[in-house]
């Protein structure tokens, strides 16, 4: 069955048994698509079969292969507006949101969060040509980055991107191009600003301890610095305290931290009209998490801010915010064929699926649960507890350890959820496993967004010594 983006989005899905010791739920809140296990189209059609963004994803797979990763349209414009309308109703000055790219960065994204007005932040070349391929205005996109190459700065400043100065190493390289710059850069100060959040210890990053950012107490000698920079045009404080974050208590603290900064920026003469209050939005990865909604976020960040300023008689400035993972993640979905099965009486079962550690590192990383069912029977009883392993040459390559699912063979089609953040982009062809082909579903029709890599492509950068060329 096919239906527009706005018909799914109305009608409420049927419960669909287990794939977990908790009940599954398709996606539900399509207002704040972070707080649904599944992207906001998830049906079950009329054989049974799950089906997203009117596709029926063994016909996905059929055509496309597995491992898929499948993108729904709906679900991410769904949480690009609720950002925009948030940010509109609850922030009385100018806002916008950009796309934190790194959670998921390709051309089709891209077109498709600038269709939908937001910016970006990149952090690489490669992420900043892949916005400006993806037709990304260069004026909303920002620049990231702890150690940012001379060509990195040099491609960000010719196109007009705003530079986020990390570090003393950021402005000593802008410093040496300065002589070739057309323009003067835009640049944007990031610091830690000293607030501890609950949050894996790897994704936390607005602590003292942080390799990202100068020290708030270093604050004033780069303003003074800076100011003396004829090439520098301050625009904006930027501050990111980490990422998958439940709390919102930690995003009210930092506005009083940024609007402290901003006082100061603009005491020293700098024009600073942008503060960029970083993303870190959490999203249900299973039954249990319970993240925020968009709208309580933004709500939250945006009254702080407002109030802080106010009471500094700070006149407001532009409110930037980098979502990503609560952009995307629930957006995305991954689907693997099931191979092997390995049963140790009394211990466990494993499945082993043609996937894993390369096409998701998360679990191996974070020890990140998901949830998952078979994509063809996502109603039958979920009988059997077992652990899904992926196919790579490591122990840990398990990507969901004790999980609930009726009984499965080979060939059964497995979809695991919220996959859309940091999977992707993660990827690595650990084992010289091919990354997988990404398809955006939407209205039945599914457009293929990135070409499963083939592994002779994996072959393409060796290069083999004369020397050691085989005498055959
Ligand atoms: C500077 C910066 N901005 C934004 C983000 C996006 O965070 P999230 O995906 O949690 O929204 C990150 C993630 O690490 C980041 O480092």
Request: net charge negative; charged share 20%.
């Amino acid at each position: 069955m096919v239906m527009s983006s706005e018909s799914a989005a109305a009608v409420e899905a049927p419960p669909v048994q287990a794939a977990g010791p908790e009940p599954f739920e398709p996606g539900r809140d399509p207002a704040s698509p972070n707080r649904n296990l599944t992207p906001i189209t998830t049906e079950v059609d009329v054989k049974g079969r799950l089906q997203v963004g009117g596709c029926v994803l063994s016909d996905l797979a059929r055509t496309f292969g597995t491992p898929l990763y499948v993108l729904d349209e709906a679900t991410l414009r769904a949480s690009c507006r609720a950002y925009s309308r948030a940010l509109s109703q609850a922030y009385p000055g100018p806002s916008l949101a950009l796309y934190a790219s790194k959670a998921n960065s390709s051309v089709a994204i891209t077109a498709l969060v600038a269709q939908e007005g937001l910016g970006l932040d990149a952090v690489s070349a490669g992420e900043l040509l892949t916005a400006l391929a993806g037709g990304m205005p260069p004026e909303r996109i920002v620049l990231h980055g702890n150690n940012k190459s001379l060509e990195e700065l040099a491609l960000a400043a010719d196109r007009g991107v705003t530079v986020v100065a990390d570090n003393w190493r950021d402005i000593e390289l802008l410093t040496e191009l300065a002589p070739q710059l057309r323009q003067p850069v835009r640049l944007m100060l990031r610091f830690t600003p000293g607030i501890e959040c609950h949050t894996h210890e790897y994704i936390r990053t607005g602590h003292l301890d942080s390799k990202f950012g100068f020290d708030p107490d270093q604050l004033e000698t780069v303003l003074q610095h800076l100011a003396a920079c004829g090439w520098a045009r301050l625009t904006g404080l930027h501050a990111h305290i980490g990422s998958q974050i439940f709390e919102l208590q930690p995003h009210r603290d930092l506005a009083g931290v940024m609007a402290d900064g901003l006082q100061l920026a603009r005491s020293l003469g700098h024009p600073v009209t942008d503060l960029n209050v970083g993303g870190g939005l959490g999203i249900r990865y299973v039954v249990s998490d319970d993240p925020p909604t968009i709208e309580d976020w933004v709500r939250t960040v945006a009254g702080a801010v407002a109030q802080a300023c106010r009471d500094r008689n700070l006149e407001l400035p532009r409110l930037l915010c980098e979502p990503g993972r609560s952009l995307v993640a629930t957006a995305g979905l991954t689907l693997y064929t099931v191979g092997s099965r390995k049963t140790i009486p009394g211990l466990r079962t494993y499945l082993a699926v043609d996937g894993g550690m390369s096409d998701n590192p998360r679990p191996i990383t974070y020890q990140s649960p998901y949830t998952a069912v078979l994509a063809d029977r996502p109603g039958a009883e979920a009988s059997e507890t077992v652990t899904v392993a992926g196919k790579h040459c490591e122990s840990g390559d398990v990507l969901l350890k004790d999980i609930a699912l009726p009984p499965a063979t080979s060939g059964d089609l497995l979809a695991v959820f919220a996959t859309g953040a940091y999977n992707a982009s993660m990827a690595s062809n650990y084992n010289r496993i091919p990354r997988p082909a990404a398809v955006l579903v939407h209205d039945g029709m599914a457009d293929l967004v990135q070409r499963r890599e083939q592994p002779e492509d994996l072959l393409r950068y060796d290069v083999l010594p004369a020397r050691l060329t085989p005498v055959i």
